[in-house]
Protein backbone atom coordinates (compact mmCIF):
# COMPACT_ATOMS: atom_id res chain seq x y z
CA UNK A 1 0.00 0.00 0.00
CA UNK A 2 1.62 3.80 -0.61
CA UNK A 3 1.83 6.09 1.59
CA UNK A 4 0.15 9.39 0.81
CA UNK A 5 2.31 12.42 0.90
CA UNK A 6 0.81 14.25 4.31
CA UNK A 7 1.72 10.79 5.81
CA UNK A 8 5.11 10.88 4.95
CA UNK A 9 5.41 14.53 6.05
CA UNK A 10 3.99 13.33 8.86
CA UNK A 11 6.79 10.23 9.20
CA UNK A 12 9.47 12.73 8.32
CA UNK A 13 8.52 15.14 11.23
CA UNK A 14 8.19 12.65 13.83
CA UNK A 15 11.60 11.13 12.85
CA UNK A 16 13.32 14.73 13.02
CA UNK A 17 11.56 15.17 16.39
CA UNK A 18 13.27 12.28 17.66
CA UNK A 19 16.77 12.61 16.17
CA UNK A 20 16.87 16.27 17.92
CA UNK A 21 15.33 14.55 21.50
CA UNK A 22 18.34 12.45 21.60
CA UNK A 23 21.23 15.04 20.65
CA UNK A 24 22.53 16.71 23.64
CA UNK A 25 21.48 20.49 24.20
CA UNK A 26 24.31 22.80 23.82
CA UNK A 27 23.89 26.67 25.20
CA UNK A 28 25.11 29.21 22.21
CA UNK A 29 28.64 30.53 22.79
CA UNK A 30 29.43 33.56 25.55
CA UNK A 31 25.74 32.13 27.09
CA UNK A 32 25.85 32.61 30.60
CA UNK A 33 24.76 30.05 33.29
CA UNK A 34 25.45 28.64 36.30
CA UNK A 35 26.11 24.72 37.35
CA UNK A 36 25.67 23.42 40.74
CA UNK A 37 27.33 19.97 41.42
CA UNK A 38 29.79 17.49 42.20
CA UNK A 39 33.71 17.40 40.81
CA UNK A 40 34.26 14.10 39.44
CA UNK A 41 37.90 14.60 38.01
CA UNK A 42 40.34 17.28 37.44
CA UNK A 43 42.77 16.97 34.71
CA UNK A 44 44.76 20.11 34.36
CA UNK A 45 42.57 22.81 33.88
CA UNK A 46 39.59 20.86 33.26
CA UNK A 47 37.55 19.70 35.53
CA UNK A 48 34.30 17.70 35.13
CA UNK A 49 31.41 17.95 36.92
CA UNK A 50 28.25 15.83 38.01
CA UNK A 51 25.38 18.61 38.16
CA UNK A 52 21.92 18.27 39.69
CA UNK A 53 20.25 16.73 36.65
CA UNK A 54 23.22 13.84 37.10
CA UNK A 55 24.58 15.45 33.64
CA UNK A 56 27.99 15.54 33.32
CA UNK A 57 29.53 18.92 32.59
CA UNK A 58 33.10 19.96 31.39
CA UNK A 59 34.30 23.18 32.83
CA UNK A 60 37.61 25.01 32.25
CA UNK A 61 39.35 26.72 34.87
CA UNK A 62 41.46 30.07 33.59
CA UNK A 63 43.66 32.22 35.57
CA UNK A 64 40.80 34.75 35.56
CA UNK A 65 38.33 32.73 37.35
CA UNK A 66 37.48 33.66 40.93
CA UNK A 67 38.03 30.76 43.39
CA UNK A 68 36.36 31.62 46.96
CA UNK A 69 35.03 29.64 49.78
CA UNK A 70 32.16 30.37 52.04
CA UNK A 71 32.19 30.02 55.77
CA UNK A 72 29.15 31.01 58.21
CA UNK A 73 25.17 29.51 57.88
CA UNK A 74 24.39 31.98 55.26
CA UNK A 75 27.85 31.13 53.25
CA UNK A 76 28.11 35.53 53.16
CA UNK A 77 31.97 35.22 54.48
CA UNK A 78 34.10 34.28 51.50
CA UNK A 79 37.93 33.86 51.27
CA UNK A 80 40.13 33.99 48.04
CA UNK A 81 40.82 30.08 47.52
CA UNK A 82 43.50 28.63 45.10
CA UNK A 83 42.70 26.71 42.15
CA UNK A 84 44.13 23.30 43.54
CA UNK A 85 41.39 23.53 46.23
CA UNK A 86 39.31 22.02 43.63
CA UNK A 87 38.89 18.30 43.69
CA UNK A 88 36.93 15.24 43.16
CA UNK A 89 34.35 14.86 45.72
CA UNK A 90 33.85 18.80 46.43
CA UNK A 91 30.35 20.20 45.03
CA UNK A 92 30.71 23.68 43.93
CA UNK A 93 28.79 26.23 42.38
CA UNK A 94 29.91 27.57 39.25
CA UNK A 95 29.33 30.89 36.97
CA UNK A 96 30.02 29.55 33.53
CA UNK A 97 30.01 30.58 29.87
CA UNK A 98 29.16 28.60 27.42
CA UNK A 99 32.53 27.67 24.96
CA UNK A 100 31.86 24.92 22.42
CA UNK A 101 31.06 21.69 23.98
CA UNK A 102 31.83 22.88 27.42
CA UNK A 103 32.24 26.13 29.42
CA UNK A 104 34.61 28.56 30.37
CA UNK A 105 34.47 29.08 35.05
CA UNK A 106 33.91 32.99 35.82
CA UNK A 107 33.58 32.37 39.73
CA UNK A 108 33.68 28.96 41.34
CA UNK A 109 32.63 28.63 45.30
CA UNK A 110 32.36 25.91 47.64
CA UNK A 111 31.62 25.50 51.21
CA UNK A 112 34.59 24.99 53.71
CA UNK A 113 32.92 22.25 55.19
CA UNK A 114 32.63 20.62 52.20
CA UNK A 115 36.26 21.53 51.43
CA UNK A 116 37.02 19.12 54.20
CA UNK A 117 34.98 16.31 53.38
CA UNK A 118 36.92 16.64 50.31
CA UNK A 119 40.43 16.56 51.74
CA UNK A 120 39.43 13.07 53.53
CA UNK A 121 38.69 11.36 50.12
CA UNK A 122 41.68 12.51 49.28
CA UNK A 123 43.74 11.34 52.34
CA UNK A 124 42.15 7.93 51.98
CA UNK A 125 40.02 8.33 55.07
CA UNK A 126 37.59 5.70 52.98
CA UNK A 127 38.02 3.94 49.52
CA UNK A 128 37.85 6.93 46.96
CA UNK A 129 34.70 5.50 44.73
CA UNK A 130 32.73 4.97 47.95
CA UNK A 131 33.55 8.44 49.03
CA UNK A 132 32.25 10.08 46.00
CA UNK A 133 29.54 8.42 45.97
CA UNK A 134 28.35 9.37 49.28
CA UNK A 135 29.05 12.71 48.95
CA UNK A 136 26.94 12.96 45.91
CA UNK A 137 24.01 11.31 47.93
CA UNK A 138 24.67 14.05 50.42
CA UNK A 139 24.60 16.94 47.94
CA UNK A 140 21.43 17.80 48.21
CA UNK A 141 21.48 17.99 52.17
CA UNK A 142 23.88 20.50 52.16
CA UNK A 143 22.14 23.55 53.35
CA UNK A 144 19.36 21.99 54.86
CA UNK A 145 19.44 22.40 58.34
CA UNK A 146 18.10 20.65 60.89
CA UNK A 147 17.68 21.88 65.27
CA UNK A 148 18.59 19.57 67.88
CA UNK A 149 17.63 21.83 70.70
CA UNK A 150 15.33 25.09 71.33
CA UNK A 151 15.12 27.26 74.55
CA UNK A 152 13.05 30.47 74.63
CA UNK A 153 13.92 33.17 77.28
CA UNK A 154 11.42 35.71 78.35
CA UNK A 155 11.11 39.37 79.28
CA UNK A 156 9.62 41.66 81.20
CA UNK A 157 7.14 44.41 79.45
CA UNK A 158 8.87 46.76 77.41
CA UNK A 159 12.68 45.38 78.70
CA UNK A 160 15.59 44.07 76.92
CA UNK A 161 17.33 42.86 79.39
CA UNK A 162 17.84 39.05 80.46
CA UNK A 163 16.72 37.89 83.54
CA UNK A 164 19.07 35.66 86.05
CA UNK A 165 17.15 32.68 84.97
CA UNK A 166 17.32 33.40 81.70
CA UNK A 167 20.90 33.70 81.74
CA UNK A 168 20.97 30.27 83.49
CA UNK A 169 19.09 28.78 80.66
CA UNK A 170 21.54 30.03 78.36
CA UNK A 171 24.07 28.98 80.01
CA UNK A 172 23.04 25.27 79.38
CA UNK A 173 21.97 25.90 76.13
CA UNK A 174 25.57 26.87 75.49
CA UNK A 175 26.88 23.25 77.12
CA UNK A 176 24.88 21.55 74.65
CA UNK A 177 26.01 23.38 71.40
CA UNK A 178 29.88 23.28 72.44
CA UNK A 179 29.18 19.67 72.70
CA UNK A 180 27.64 19.41 68.92
CA UNK A 181 29.99 19.34 66.01
CA UNK A 182 29.75 21.94 63.21
CA UNK A 183 26.53 23.61 65.03
CA UNK A 184 25.13 27.01 64.50
CA UNK A 185 22.44 29.19 66.63
CA UNK A 186 19.83 31.00 65.04
CA UNK A 187 17.84 33.42 67.26
CA UNK A 188 14.42 35.45 66.92
CA UNK A 189 13.17 38.16 69.42
CA UNK A 190 9.28 38.57 69.46
CA UNK A 191 7.02 41.33 71.64
CA UNK A 192 3.37 40.95 72.90
CA UNK A 193 0.74 42.83 71.03
CA UNK A 194 0.86 45.88 73.12
CA UNK A 195 2.61 49.49 72.09
CA UNK A 196 2.84 50.29 67.65
CA UNK A 197 4.69 48.11 65.38
CA UNK A 198 7.44 50.17 64.78
CA UNK A 199 8.25 50.02 68.66
CA UNK A 200 7.69 46.28 68.84
CA UNK A 201 10.06 45.49 65.94
CA UNK A 202 12.99 47.66 67.44
CA UNK A 203 12.29 45.82 70.90
CA UNK A 204 11.96 42.72 69.63
CA UNK A 205 15.54 43.13 68.00
CA UNK A 206 17.14 44.65 70.63
CA UNK A 207 15.62 40.98 72.27
CA UNK A 208 17.53 39.28 69.81
CA UNK A 209 20.82 40.77 69.80
CA UNK A 210 20.63 40.79 73.88
CA UNK A 211 20.78 36.98 73.46
CA UNK A 212 23.27 37.49 70.72
CA UNK A 213 25.94 38.89 72.47
CA UNK A 214 25.22 37.00 76.56
CA UNK A 215 26.06 33.77 73.92
CA UNK A 216 28.97 35.09 72.38
CA UNK A 217 30.65 37.16 75.43
CA UNK A 218 28.98 35.51 78.26
CA UNK A 219 28.42 31.92 77.07
CA UNK A 220 31.88 31.53 75.33
CA UNK A 221 30.35 30.07 72.08
CA UNK A 222 32.62 31.30 68.43
CA UNK A 223 31.14 34.39 66.98
CA UNK A 224 30.82 32.41 63.84
CA UNK A 225 28.79 30.36 65.30
CA UNK A 226 26.21 32.81 66.33
CA UNK A 227 23.96 34.05 63.62
CA UNK A 228 23.06 37.80 64.00
CA UNK A 229 19.76 38.20 65.82
CA UNK A 230 16.39 38.76 63.97
CA UNK A 231 13.73 41.02 65.07
CA UNK A 232 10.22 39.60 64.48
CA UNK A 233 7.63 41.95 65.94
CA UNK A 234 5.02 40.68 67.48
CA UNK A 235 5.17 36.93 67.74
CA UNK A 236 2.36 35.17 66.29
CA UNK A 237 1.02 33.61 69.37
CA UNK A 238 0.75 36.54 71.19
CA UNK A 239 -3.18 37.36 71.64
CA UNK A 240 -4.07 40.64 72.62
CA UNK A 241 -2.64 43.16 75.33
CA UNK A 242 0.10 41.62 77.57
CA UNK A 243 1.45 38.30 77.54
CA UNK A 244 4.65 36.97 79.40
CA UNK A 245 5.07 33.89 76.71
CA UNK A 246 5.07 36.34 73.69
CA UNK A 247 7.92 38.68 75.22
CA UNK A 248 10.55 36.27 73.82
CA UNK A 249 13.46 35.00 72.54
CA UNK A 250 13.85 31.53 70.58
CA UNK A 251 16.90 30.30 70.30
CA UNK A 252 17.91 27.33 68.15
CA UNK A 253 20.89 24.98 67.96
CA UNK A 254 20.85 23.63 64.42
CA UNK A 255 23.57 21.70 62.24
CA UNK A 256 23.93 21.07 58.51
CA UNK A 257 22.11 18.01 57.65
CA UNK A 258 25.15 17.09 55.11
CA UNK A 259 27.78 18.24 57.49
CA UNK A 260 26.06 15.83 59.65
CA UNK A 261 26.33 12.79 57.69
CA UNK A 262 29.52 13.37 56.58
CA UNK A 263 30.64 13.17 59.87
CA UNK A 264 29.00 9.78 60.55
Not at 12 to 36: H, Q, R
Not at 86 to 96: E, F, R, T
Not at 168 to 182: I, N
Not at 207 to 234: D, I, K, S
Amino acid sequence: MNTSKPQKHLLLATTLVAILAALPAFAADGDKSKIKGLITAVQGNTITVKDANNNVQTITVSSETKIKRTKGLTGAVREKAEQSALMPGLPINADVVADGNGFDATEITFKSEDFRTAQQVQAGVAPTSARVDAADARMNDFGTYEALATAEVQFASGSAAISEKGKSDLMDFAAKAKDTKDYQIVLQGFTDSTGNAAANQKLSTMRANAVENFLRQQAGLAPGRVRAGAGMGVAADAGSGSNADARKVVVKLVVDKGVQDANK
